[in-house]
């Protein structure tokens, strides 16, 4: 029962330039004191408003940046430091699929060459070896073969995000970061995406990092889900429990503000006020205060703890008791 990943304490702190002269004292926290798990096979919903910190994350876990705090440990091993002279396998066992397939897609080449590189770059196989497993991978993702002798723009925005996972999947790797994979697609092209997400998962026993702002979408594909704000993880649980029992009033004003498909189900919606203070300076205390609804005097001064509520949930909240 090894966790794949472990995230323990995670920070990436950022420098933040004011003028003409870096101040060393002032940090954009984006990241700030993360702790999460995924097991094989696994997948953990991280789900916030944008600026809360989850694709920052999501890139630290990658090793796309080197974290300023706290550890990543992945397969039995600590990456949190190691150099990117010997970054190489890790690149290998863990992927990314991002939001805008187009930015990570270059287009001028074509997506033969596209789906070859992770292969030259690990220094796998020869030509011929190298094009028959694109043809599989095309195949694998629902594309014919003949799309290797294409280019990105001639394809939709969905046959372009299935190339964006064929390249992530091109290396067997353990751990894909989904860095809001549908979020630019019509929303009948993203079940089409997500359901190939999740048979991808069972045929290669992945686990999956799925980062997304909108709880509907992390909701069919996650077995646990992770609530950010701030730099901030405020509450987890499992995918069941987050919708019916979610504890955080975060969390809730996230839930009350899914659109509800019955017109005539009366649902209060509570409505966000102000929108996510800035990182650079927090607001003091349990930084939600400012627009939190049950917010109380304490708020504003003691920063609560993520605590274990039982029933494999975890909390941030001072009217959220932990389990004694
Ligand atoms: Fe709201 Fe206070 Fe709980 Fe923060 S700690 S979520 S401000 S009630
Ligand atoms: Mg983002």
């Not at 987890?236 to 509800?260: C, N």
Request: glycine content about 8%; some cysteine.
């Amino acid at each position: 029962n090894e966790a794949l990943l472990e995230v323990d304490n995670l920070c990436m702190h950022f420098p933040v330039r004011e003028g003409l002269l870096l101040r060393a004292r002032t940090f954009n926290r984006a990241v700030d004191g993360v702790s999460f798990s995924i097991g094989p096979g696994e997948t953990l919903g991280l789900v916030g408003e944008s600026g809360c910190g989850k694709s920052t994350l999501g890139r630290c876990v990658a090793r796309l940046y080197r974290p300023t705090g706290g550890s990543i440990r992945f397969n039995g091993q600590d990456i949190t430091h190691l150099p990117d002279r010997t970054l190489r396998p890790l690149r290998r066992d863990i992927q990314m699929i991002f939001q805008d397939p187009m930015e990570s897609l270059n287009s001028r080449h074509t997506v033969g060459d596209i789906l070859e590189e992770p292969f030259i770059v690990q220094k796998l196989g020869g030509r011929p070896w190298r094009q028959k497993r694109v043809a599989e991978l095309l195949n694998t993702v629902g594309l014919p073969a003949r799309s290797a002798s294409r280019y990105p723009f001639e394809f939709s925005g969905g046959q372009r995000q299935r190339i964006g996972i064929a390249r992530a999947i091109a290396l067997n790797p353990k751990l894909v970061i989904c860095d809001e994979p549908v979020s630019a697609l019509d929303v009948s092209i993203q079940s089409q995406i997500l359901n190939l997400l999740v048979d991808l998962q069972r045929e290669f026993k992945l686990s999956y990092l799925f980062i997304a702002h909108d709880l509907a979408v992390v909701k069919h594909v996650s077995d646990r889900v992770a609530i950010m704000y701030l730099g901030k993880i405020v509450e987890t649980a499992a995918s069941e429990t987050i919708y019916h029992q979610a504890r955080h009033p975060y969390s809730q004003s996230l839930i009350a503000a899914i659109p509800v498909p019955d017109p005539h189900r009366r649902v209060q919606r509570q409505v966000l006020h102000g929108d996510v203070p800035s990182p650079i300076n927090p607001p003091s205390g349990c930084s939600f205060h400012p627009r939190c609804p049950v917010a109380e005097e304490r708020c504003s001064r003691q920063t609560p703890t993520l605590l274990d509520i039982g029933g494999n949930q975890l909390a941030a909240c001072h009217l959220v008791p932990g389990r004694p």
